[in-house]
């Protein structure tokens, strides 16, 4: 790699941590000030409704299977029903996760066995 | 998955890396990709995995070594970079009430990505302060170590995975969707975000399908704010 090319890689690093950084600096003040002021600190509610729409975002994206045939699509519904279905029952992290993996891939296994 | 505190027993660091696993399904498959594409690129296997360890922002390394292989200018590669991970200024502060006033915690968001985000943001305000910093590394270190891990496959035996295994490569990144359902399940708690949190899905996935993949977040998020807001305001507008 030339030496421009390592300025450019080390630039857009600093640059990606600062805005991961900067934004809790700025928002810690920002409680801590409210703290020291006596009142409730507490997040901007515009901030507290983005947090949750961004995941709802990702999930969005997410849905979209790699391999764009109907059947990954159907996998994909099959496999997110399976994941909601699982979670209703356990309440857990892992288990409707494993569950959905499995489910889709089973899907996809199917077609791949079967075409 | 509740907004009730409840230690994570044992360890706090283990249990972080234990909440992480699912990411690993979604990371490793990615970030495999990532380490073949950056050898045909022109990158060597050590300035690849490089890059996954001081970058670390998924989209935002396709695009940087894509456009450095297109031969665009470099300021011009490094604007775009950014510009693809600006969606993360507003994730560390709606973790920051969270957080503890330990100076670890700058260091740690070298690992917030969009994922390590989505699992914090459901998982931290159900830890006791005392756990949050462990947990929190754990789940970091394991997501960061992953995706260089996943990289260095790519770059060094990439092209035999791929073509030994092409079905895992296609399942294995299952496992981000489905812990995004998990994550968001417990959020529909009243019509107005199921409003909000079903227009960002549905715009985010319309983008995503018709090649828009690095628009879909930041746009679906945008929209399903305004959906909530507006919703909000005519609901009190009527009472």
Known sequence: ?115 | MSDQVISAGGRAWVSGVRDAIPLLGGYIPVAISFGLIANQAGFSSWETIFISLVIYAGASQFLFVGMVASGAPLWLVVVMTLLINARHLVYAPNLAPWLTGNRWWFWLMHGLTDQVFALAHTRLPALPPSERLGWFTGAMLLAWFSWVGGTALGAFVGQELTGRWPLLNDVMPFALPALFVVLLAPRFTSWLWAAALGCAIVVALLFAANGLPNMAIPVAALLGAAVFFVMQSNTRAEV
Do not use: C, D, H, Y
Not at chain 1, 47 to 68: C, K, R, W, Y
Not at chain 1, 82 to 110: M, Q
């Open chain 1, 1 to 115: 790699m030339a030496g421009e090319l390592w300025v450019a890689v080390m630039v857009a690093a600093a640059g990606t941590l600062l805005m991961r950084l900067l934004p809790l600096v700025w928002m810690q003040r920002r409680l801590a000030r409210e703290n020291s002021q006596g009142g409730t600190a507490a997040m901007p509610r515009w901030l507290g409704v983005l947090g949750p729409v961004m995941i709802a975002a990702m999930l969005g994206a997410s849905l979209v299977p790699t391999a764009g045939t109907l059947n990954a699509w159907v996998a994909t519904a099959v496999g997110g029903s399976a994941t909601l279905l699982v979670w209703w029952k356990t309440k857990s992290l892992g288990w409707p996760v494993v569950s959905g993996v499995v489910v889709f891939g089973a899907v996809r296994f199917l077609n791949f066995v079967v075409l």
